[in-house]
């Protein structure tokens, strides 16, 4: 069956450090989205990506990257972790197409101390 | 900007009873909404979705209702039960895929 996947599920850094969050997906989606889940502010959305080698900034996006180079992956990096990253991060993908919604992956709960 | 939200940040029901659940939208151009049930330690599920040419939307005991003249969306759930326990979000689709997601609200189900 198809998923997404995101690893690791809990990662505890060190401010200052550049992290990576995985999100992997086999639905051979072409959009992939990052948020972050904070208490009181929902879901903010950081980074997107409409296909292969686009990315495109969201309302959160200071302190964060990524880079597509195939269908599947859109990893986020922290540059240089600080504490105010500290959250739950989701991944999400969607088909093309005006009437379909995103599939979430289970998240990422990012500490940084 | 313009945003999405929602009327209340818990609910409590009766299991057994309907459950209502209320969100609020601001951009009149928006085409499509959807709803999110988020259970703890889980991503975002799917529930219900309605584009704006619908003023309803029937489900599997979810309801979506959708008022443009007021820019509300309401998600009914029927008969709720201990599994409808979880945090609830309306989505607002804003550009080609983009989602702006509410504030969510909690429901509790009393037995």
């Known amino acids: 069956d198809a998923e997404i996947t995101q690893s690791p599920r809990h990662k505890i850094t060190e401010t200052g450090r550049q992290v990576t969050l995985a999100c992997h997906q086999t639905w051979n989606h072409n959009n992939m989205f990052w948020y972050r889940q904070d208490l009181g502010h929902g879901l903010r959305l950081i980074h997107y990506?409409?296909?292969?080698?686009?990315?495109n900034k969201g309302e959160v996006s200071d302190g964060y990257s990524v880079s597509r180079s195939n269908t599947e992956d859109l990893p986020l990096t922290l540059e240089s972790a600080a504490s105010s990253q500290t959250s739950v991060y989701f991944c999400?993908?969607?088909?093309?197409?005006?009437?379909?919604?995103?599939?979430f992956g289970s998240g990422t709960r990012l500490t940084v101390v | 900007g313009e945003s999405v939200g929602l009327h209340l940040p818990t609910l409590s029901v009766q299991e057994g009873d309907n459950s209502i659940i209320n969100c609020a939208y601001s951009?009149?151009?928006?085409?499509?909404f959807i709803w999110y049930k988020q259970e703890s330690g889980k991503g975002p599920q799917f529930i219900i979705d309605?584009?704006?040419?619908?003023d309803k939307r029937q489900g599997q005991r979810v309801t979506v209702l959708l008022n443009k003249t007021v820019k509300h969306l309401s998600l009914q759930i029927a008969a709720t039960q201990p599994g409808d326990s979880a945090v609830y979000f309306c989505?607002?689709?804003?550009?080609?895929?983009?989602?702006?997601f509410g504030q969510g609200t909690r429901l509790t189900i009393n037995p």
């Open positions: 999400a993908s969607s088909p093309d197409g005006r009437s379909y919604g995103y599939t």
């Open positions: 990506s409409y296909g292969v080698h686009d990315t």
């Open positions: 951009n009149s151009a928006s085409d499509y």
């Open positions: 989505a607002e689709r804003q550009g080609a895929q983009k989602l702006v």
């Open positions: 309605i584009r704006s040419n619908m």
